[in-house]
């Protein structure tokens, strides 16, 4: 009876569909929305403000940070851990297992795959189990991300390969002789330094 009082008080906190399912020991941040036929599985965390799309699966142990957009038909397997702020869109793939078999069980092998804060995925996009999405970065729709994504980097392709650099507003950055550029949008400043970009003001 407690356990029913506690989700009872927890969904007051949060907005899910009456088709949406939400396990026992799932941790929802207040302000989050969960739409329709969603499933969200036991052992699994979101933050506040968090978006849930149509027909998503967080599968359990997978962690979500505060403010994430989840688009529809997006499955996140365990072993998965989105920061604040990422976006993942429409039908886009996670992967846990580097060589899946019907009839081998390998929930022992499940790499993780960290996407760090602000970092945007497209829609129809692939990642390869074990790879690290660094802060702002932008993966292009229907990219195969094979290997690690550096902060702020713009990636598209099968498998992806890195074709600029973007800044924390999604607009691309032109750096100069002195590797220093500007987003168009903010007026924020960055400097490329050994294929590094760092936000200066």
């Known amino acids: 009876m407690a356990e029913m009082q ?7 906190n949060y907005f899910a569909h009456e088709t949406a399912v939400i396990d026992e020991n799932c941790e929802i941040g207040s302000g ?12 699994s965390k979101m933050g506040e403000k968090c978006n849930i799309g149509q027909n998503v699966v967080v599968s359990p142990g997978v962690v ?19 920061q604040d702020d990422v976006f993942l869109g429409p039908s886009m793939v996670f992967t846990n297992v580097i060589n899946p078999r019907s009839a081998i069980i390998r929930k022992d092998e499940y790499k993780q795959t960290l996407v760090k804060k602000g970092a945007s995925i497209g829609a129809n996009a692939t990642i390869i189990c074990g790879n690290e999405i660094g802060e702002y970065a932008m993966i292009g729709a229907g990219a195969v991300v094979t290997k690690p994504v550096l902060p702020y980097a713009l990636v598209v392709g099968n498998p992806s390969k890195q074709i600029g650099w973007i800044s924390e507003y999604g607009q691309r950055l032109n750096f100069d002789e002195n590797g220093l550029a500007v987003c168009i949008e903010s007026g924020e400043k960055y400097q490329l330094t050994s294929n590094k970009v760092v936000k200066i003001s």
């Open 6 to 12: 506690k989700r009872l008080i927890n969904m007051k």
């Open 64 to 82: 979500l940070g505060t403010n994430v957009k989840v688009q529809n038909n997006v499955s996140i397997y365990s072993g998965v851990i989105c």
């Open 32 to 43: 989050t929305k969960i739409w329709h036929f969603s499933h969200i599985m036991s052992n």
